[in-house]
């Protein structure tokens, strides 16, 4: 099964802060990527498909670049709202994999 | 509206069985493949599986072939899973979601299965 490890496991920032979180995969999963956030007591909810592609309703500050082993999600300018916990899905082959997930948590 | 209503919670002892429907409404069923997800609490999402409501094709994880079974009934628009033999790591919420293209767009709200001696 393809492997993606997810990082930082935690982050600490501000409002207004500028943050990247990185997903590297195993093997060359092209741009089979989503990103889905996650608050408590709810089930994730999908923010970027293919690697890039923002979900309509999600907010611009957030955005996502990479393809093949390495992926990143950015949020340009931190809200409140934002703090909470965020994994990676790839889907590349009939297996779907999650991220570790990533803590973003308020300075 | 696109839902997805899940059965309520569970509390079984080791060993046993539990099943967990997901009954979907504001879309044609057997027109997306729906999965199914665990999350153990404090831990990230495990993708578990997927079924194709058409021809009842299924995909299993590795870790949980031989324990589950994803079944649906296409008269009522509803998926199904199984999980057989529990043991006490097995204590999560399950999800289903369905498979939009390139990734999980409608999910369900989660059922509380505790596994308890």
């Known amino acids: 099964d393809i492997q993606m490890t997810q990082s930082p496991s935690s982050l600490s920032a501000s409002v207004g802060d500028r943050v990247t979180i990185t997903c590297r995969a195993s093997q060359d999963i092209r741009n089979d990527l989503g990103w889905y956030q996650q608050k408590p007591g709810k089930a994730p909810k999908r923010l970027i498909h293919?690697?890039?592609s923002l979900e309509s309703g999600v907010p611009s500050r957030f955005s996502g670049s990479g393809s093949g082993t390495e992926f990143t999600l950015t949020i340009s300018s931190l809200q409140p709202e934002d703090f909470t916990t965020y994994y990676c899905l790839q889907h590349n082959s009939y297996h779907i994999t999650f991220g570790q997930g990533t803590r973003l948590e308020i300075k | 509206q696109v839902q997805l209503v899940q059965s309520g919670a569970e509390v079984k002892k080791p060993g046993a069985s539990v099943k967990v429907s997901c009954k979907t409404s504001?879309?044609?069923?057997?027109?997306?493949?729906i999965n199914w997800v665990r999350q153990a609490t404090g831990q990230g999402p495990e993708w578990m599986g997927w079924?194709?409501?058409?021809?009842?094709?299924?995909g299993y994880a590795q870790k949980f072939r031989g324990r589950v079974t994803m079944t649906r009934d296409t008269s009522i628009s509803t998926a199904y899973m199984e999980l057989s033999s529990l043991i006490f790591e097995d204590t999560a919420v399950y999800y289903c979601?369905?498979?939009?293209?390139?990734?999980?767009?409608?999910w369900g709200q989660g059922t509380l299965v505790t596994v308890s001696s």
């Open positions: 293919a690697a890039s």
């Open positions: 979601a369905r498979w939009a293209v390139d990734d999980l767009d409608y």
């Open positions: 504001g879309y044609t069923f057997i027109n997306y493949d």
């Open positions: 079924m194709n409501p058409k021809s009842g094709k299924t």
